[in-house]
C-alpha cells in the first residue's frame, strides 16, 4: 500500500480547493455515488464544494483529506450538529478516493482517519447515508456502520431509477 495519511483540515486555500474540485468532478464522473449523475462538470460540482467548505470554515466540520505520497487522494466532510442535545454525534458526508487510486484500500484508511478525527472532536456516535443499488452499504457494514433506516425511492439518478437512500450509524 502507498504512504497515505489523513489529516483534518479547517481550512481550504486556493489550491487545495482546485484539488478537492477535481478530485470530486473525476470520482462523479468515474460513477461514483457522491451527489451527482454523471457526467458532470467542474462548475457543476462548485456551488455543493463551496457550501461543504463555508462549513469547514465556520469551525463547525472538518475536512478528512486523505493524501497518499504526498499527493490528494481523497476527502470526506464531517459535519457536527447545531443542536446542543446532538453534539455527540457527527455526519459524514462525500466519501470519495480519485479513481486512478481506486483498489488499494485507501477507502478504508480514509474511514479509519474520520473515525479518528471525529472521536478527536468528541464525536460519540456517526451516521452517513449510501445509495442503494451501488453495494457502497456492504463497505460501510464492515466499518461498523448498522443500517438504522431507509428512505425508499429517495434518490432520483433518472427517470425511472430511484433509488433508496440507506441511512447508516456507528458508534466510535
Known amino acids: 500500500m502507498p504512504a497515505a495519511v489523513v489529516r ?10 482546485a ?26 460540482v462548485v456551488p455543493l464544494l463551496d457550501k461543504l467548505l463555508e462549513g469547514v470554515h465556520s469551525g463547525r466540520d472538518v475536512l478528512a483529506l486523505l493524501v497518499v505520497d504526498g499527493e490528494t487522494a481523497g476527502f470526506a466532510s464531517v459535519v457536527g450538529s447545531l443542536s446542543p442535545l446532538r453534539r455527540h454525534w457527527g455526519t459524514v458526508l462525500r466519501v470519495q478516493v480519485h479513481p486512478s487510486r481506486q483498489g ?14 471525529a472521536r478527536e472532536r468528541g464525536w460519540e456516535f456517526l451516521h452517513l447515508t449510501a445509495r442503494g443499488g451501488t453495494g457502497v452499504d456492504a463497505f460501510y457494514r464492515g466499518l461498523g456502520y448498522q443500517e438504522v433506516g431507509r428512505l425508499p425511492g429517495a434518490i432520483r439518478v433518472a427517470p425511472g431509477d430511484d433509488r433508496d437512500e440507506i441511512v447508516m450509524a456507528c458508534p466510535l
Open 8 to 17: 483534518p483540515v479547517t481550512s481550504v486555500d486556493v489550491a487545495l480547493r
Open 19 to 44: 484539488e478537492l474540485l477535481r478530485c470530486w468532478t473525476d470520482v462523479t464522473n468515474a460513477g461514483g455515488a457522491v451527489g451527482f449523475v454523471p457526467p458532470v462538470t467542474e462548475d457543476d
Open 104 to 117: 488499494q484500500g485507501l477507502g478504508r484508511v480514509l474511514m479509519d482517519g474520520v473515525h479518528r478525527i
